[in-house]
Structures are given as C-alpha cells and as structure tokens.
C-alpha cells in the first residue's frame, strides 16, 4: 500500500496540516529544520538508527546515525555561535558531498543561521557573485576547494570567517580555521526557536538576463518536503533511499536531506564520479529501495544498455522517480522494461522548494507526461498573451501556481521587483506581504506546458533563454559576461544546444577583437577559461565564430534567433524578435 492511497481522495481531503501528522509532530514542538532531522529523531527513539551511509572515492565508506548527526551537528552549531554568528546570517557550505557538508548543513540551521550550499565545482568567478549577493559571513569548505576562495576573499567585505572542516590542516594560512567535526561532538544544544519564515536554505538560480538570483526559503518549508517526500517518494520506516542529486543544487537539499531525514529514514550518499557500473554496485551493496535521479542519469544509464544491468542484483529497488529535466516517454518505458519499475516524472524548481506536479505510486503513467498537481497545489496553465488561465486541453501557455504552498520561496535576495515579477494578478501594492495568502494571484513557473483531458500534464520547454544541461540551469548572461573577459573576445552569446543525453549543452558565438584568429588552441583556451571560471557545466561545448552578433535596434544581442537557427526552428518574423 502506498502513502499516498488515491490521488483522487487525497485532493479532496487536503491540508497541509496532514504534513504533521506524516511527521508525528504536535503544536507546540519545534520547527527548526536541523533539529527536526536529528534531535527529534532521536527523541522518538531512532538515535540509533542509520542515518547516512556514505560512500567516496576509492569505496571508502562511513556511516553515521540519528544521534550522530545530533551530537555532530550541535558540534557545528555551538561552534557557529561561538564564532559570533548570529541567526539569519549566511552560511556558505562549500564541499563535495562529504558527510561534512550534510550534518554542518544541519548544523547551521539549528543555530538559526541560513544554510547557502554551493556546489562544490564552482569556478572562483560563479563563487564570487553568489558569496557577494548574500553578503556571506562564513564559508565552510575543504583543503581541495579553499584555494577558489582566497583567489576572492579580498572582494568579499562581508565574508569574515573561512573555515576548513577536511582535508590537511597544516596547510593552511593564519586567518583561516581548522574544525574537524568528529573533534566537537555535542552533547547539548538547544536549538533556535524558529518558526515558519524564519529563513533556512538559500539556493541560488540562474535567470535568462543578469546574476543569478538567491531564492530564500523559511522553516515551514519542511511541511511540504515531508509530504511530498512521503507520498510521491512513498518513503517509509525501512526504506534505504537514494538521491542522486547534490545539495549544492534544490533537489539535493529538499530531497537529498530535509525530505528523508525529517522523517527519520536512512538515505546513502555516493560522493565519486558517474559510470553506470558503480551506480549499480552502489544500489547493490547497499540495497537501495527508493531512488530518486535525473534523466541525464537515467539517459547515460540507457547508453550503457540492458546487459550492464543484468550484472546486478537491483531487486531492493521498488521505487524510482526523476527530476530536472523533461524525462522522455523512452527513458520511462525502458526503465520499466530493465528495472521492472518506471520512473515517475516529477517537476518543480528551485522557487517552489518542493514537487509540483508529479506522477503518484499506483497513478496510471503516461510516460512523456509530468503528471498531475500534488495534491493542495493548484497548477494552471496561463496564456502565453494575457495571462488568463486556459481552459482547453491541449492549450500550451505557461505553468503557475496559487501561491500558498509551505516550500514557496520566500524572496530574491535583495531583488523585491525581480520576485515580485514572478508573480502575476495583482495589483502592485497588494505585495509581498498578501503574496502567500492571496489566491487571485499566479505564481508564474518560467515553464510552457499544456493539461491533457485527463489532467496530465506536458512539459513544452522553457519560456526563456537558460541553459538546462543535465538538469542543471546556467544562465546565458553568466557565461556571456564570462566570455567577454577573455583577451580574444570582442562579443558573445550562450545558447543551449541539443545534446542526446545531456539534453542541453552550451554553444556559444564570439565575434574575436582585433588581432585574434580562430584556432583550436584558442578554442580550448576559451573552454577551460569558462571552466575554471565558472563550472564544468558552464564551459561551451561548441564554439562559433562569427563576424557580428545579430542585434534587436536597441543592442541586445537576439539570442533566441541564433537558438532557433541552431534548433532547426522556424525563425520568425526577425522584426518581431527586436521588439523583445
Ligand atoms: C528541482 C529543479 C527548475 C527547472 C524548471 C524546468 C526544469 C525541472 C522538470 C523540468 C521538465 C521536469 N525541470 N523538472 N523540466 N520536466 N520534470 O530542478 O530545480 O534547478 O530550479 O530547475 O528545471 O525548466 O523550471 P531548478
């Protein structure tokens, strides 16, 4: 029997509030995310229970339960204090995905502190505009990463502390402090008294135009991470979970902690590189049951075809879901045919902090389909021209939501009008305080889809110009501001391109300063420049070398022109594109 039960019953019956219950959690109690994944664990008896198993590089493999987290990271939250952190100033976790960053991430929120993991391959320059954004007062990171952090430390006037919790000590310079987790476990912490806005996690997200964003979200997000966790990831007591994803990005926060560990299950983390082989022998040995990944995974893993997995013994898996990227009717059959289980699309971002619209256990899949609206989520599809809701199936128009729902993110760092654009049907000075209550307006999603007869819905595209490479989004003005540092480079423009597994990848068009020559030197040059600048992910694919950038009248350089030429798209009326 799922969670769950009947989707149907489910939404007529809805209120957040069944969140509690799911997490055996009565008015008056806590509501501070750090500890409601491991001091109340504990509490209810679970200190002893696995919490983490974590496996890295080489097969070396740790295992931490409840109460170790609790001890740990009270370790980490009296040490916060202790440096005169105060609640409500950021935290930088700057790590792979080391048991470190997962308990200090608790650890921070405990003390009331904000939580602003940032994944760990980020070049000094994507490091830089996020730390800066969010006037960043402490940064944890290891010995291999802290190198990008003194590279800026010197731009940053709010960063005051840097503190290495892995790797050599010795190596470090005189300003920056050693703290080694297991050298400060913590009986005793009481943990800070938060309530449903006070801020936890900040994640930043790329737009189509300017620096990313820092979309902040409070405690009370936890509700609709525990729920959905619950019904869509069906978790229960002796469920072994896996979510591939990293808590530098949403999905590894939401799901990859906050989800399983607030309602006490044991989740493994395998912090070495992708090949299908060690995926699977990591589900193997440890006997995952749920496994929750992204469909540049499930894509590579199809690559590696149907024999790989015979090698395997995958029979603990009895429940699998994606997210991040549209998941192709293809990969959902296969996985059906190979696994004997399919994965169940599921679709949110970074803004909602929680699912979406999503398929259910024991809900019929229509594979291509995102599936239906958690229940208490109220989805509509909007017109692409006035922003009406459409009634016809079949309409494609843009995602949006009936704001009110626990995870919604709570603002854009210091971007008021930016967050207040999301948000459409209203009059102006209606926000943002009425925002999460008031129920004439949409949250607008930045996605196109359609609603079938059915109610099923259908991913379409995205209505901007962001780059989503194996489910990670990159935002064309970072890497265009990136490009035009470099000595060769006069203008640029960053579109994603097609990619059969990773769906998109990046391809830029350069026009070159004077006394420039495309070669392929120059071209691996600029590859590595925008790697080591910004992330692996960032870094072009494709270099195109041009003799001038199409331009609107007013100069903007007309990226989705080039977006259609390169996808084969009917181009349009070229006049209409410079209006935009
Ligand atoms: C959780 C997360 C959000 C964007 C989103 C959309 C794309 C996510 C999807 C999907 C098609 C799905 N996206 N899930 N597209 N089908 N099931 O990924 O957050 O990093 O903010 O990305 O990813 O474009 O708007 P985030």
Redesign the pocket.
């Known amino acids: 029997m799922s969670n769950i039960g009947s989707y149907e019953k489910r939404r007529e019956n809805f209120s957040w509030d069944i969140a509690k219950e799911v997490l055996k959690w009565e008015e008056g109690e806590i509501l501070n995310i750090g500890a409601m994944c491991s001091d109340r664990i504990c509490a209810r008896g679970d200190g002893e229970k696995k919490a983490l198993i974590w496996q890295g590089f080489g097969g070396k493999q740790k295992t931490y339960t409840f109460n170790d987290l609790r001890v740990l990271s009270n370790g980490f939250a009296k040490f916060l204090k202790e440096l005169g952190v105060e609640p409500g100033e950021k935290v930088c976790l700057f790590m792979d995905k080391i048991p470190e960053l997962y308990v200090s991430f608790l650890g921070v929120l405990k003390m009331g502190a904000v939580a602003q993991p940032l994944f760990s391959a980020f070049g000094d320059e994507s490091l830089e505009v996020r730390l800066l954004s969010a006037d960043t007062k402490v940064i944890f990171t290891t010995r291999k990463h802290v190198k990008k952090v003194r590279k800026i430390q010197d731009k940053l006037p709010a960063l005051e502390k840097i503190v290495v919790v892995e790797g050599n000590p010795n190596k470090l310079r005189d300003e920056e402090i050693y703290f080694s987790m297991e050298d400060f476990r913590t009986e005793d912490f009481t943990a800070y008294e938060s309530g449903p806005d006070t801020p936890s996690v900040l994640h930043y ?1 790329s737009g189509t135009t300017g620096q990313p964003k820092g979309a902040q979200h409070g405690h009370g997000s936890v509700w609709g991470q525990a729920l959905t966790t619950s019904w869509v990831l069906d978790l229960k007591d002796d469920d072994i979970y896996w979510c591939t994803a990293d808590p530098g ?3 590894g926060t939401s799901y990859g902690i906050i989800g399983p560990w607030s309602l006490g299950v044991t989740q493994c983390v395998l912090d070495s590189g992708f090949t299908s082989a060690a995926w699977y022998q990591f589900i193997q040995d440890n006997k995952v049951t749920v496994w929750y990944s992204a469909p540049t995974a499930i894509r590579s893993l199809m690559r590696d075809g149907e024999g790989l997995v015979k090698q395997y013994d995958l029979s603990s898996l009895r429940h699998l879901a ?6 192709n009717a293809e990969a959902v059959i296969w996985s059906e045919k190979v696994y004997g289980l399919a994965f169940l ?7 909602t902090g929680s699912m979406m619209i999503t398929n259910f256990p024991g809900m019929k899949i229509k594979p291509g389909s ?1 599936g239906k609206p958690f229940p208490g989520i109220v989805a509509g599809i909007l017109d692409l021209n006035t922003n009406e809701p459409v009634t016809e199936p079949g309409t494609v128009g843009l995602i949006a939501f009936r704001p009110g729902w626990p995870s919604m993110f709570k603002e854009y760092v210091k971007k008021p009008d930016i967050y207040r654009s999301k948000f459409v049907g209203a009059a102006d000075d209606a926000m943002p305080a009425e925002l999460r209550v008031d129920e004439s307006l949409w949250y607008v ?3 196109r889809a359609s609603f079938d007869k059915d109610g099923y819905y259908w ?1 379409v595209g ?1 209505d901007d110009d ?1 780059i ?1 490479t194996g ?3 990159v935002g064309p003005f970072e890497i265009e501001s990136a490009l035009v540092e470099h000595e060769a480079i006069a203008e640029a423009a960053a579109i994603g391109k097609p990619d059969e597994v990773n769906m998109e990848v990046v391809k830029v068009f350069i026009t070159l300063n004077p006394g420039f020559e495309p070669s392929d030197d120059l071209e691996l040059n600029i590859m590595n420049f925008i790697r080591k600048k910004l992330s692996p992910l960032a870094m072009p694919q494709d270099i195109e070398y041009m003799e001038k950038l199409p331009k609107t009248r007013s100069g903007k350089i007309l990226r989705r022109y080039l977006k259609a030429l390169e996808w084969g798209h009917d181009v349009g009326d070229l006049s209409t594109l410079e209006d935009d």
């Open positions: 997200t990005w949403v999905t994606s997210v991040g990227e549209p998941l699309d599921t679709f949110w971002q970074t803004e995102m999603s930045g996605d991913f995205r962001v989503n489910g990670h989004l």
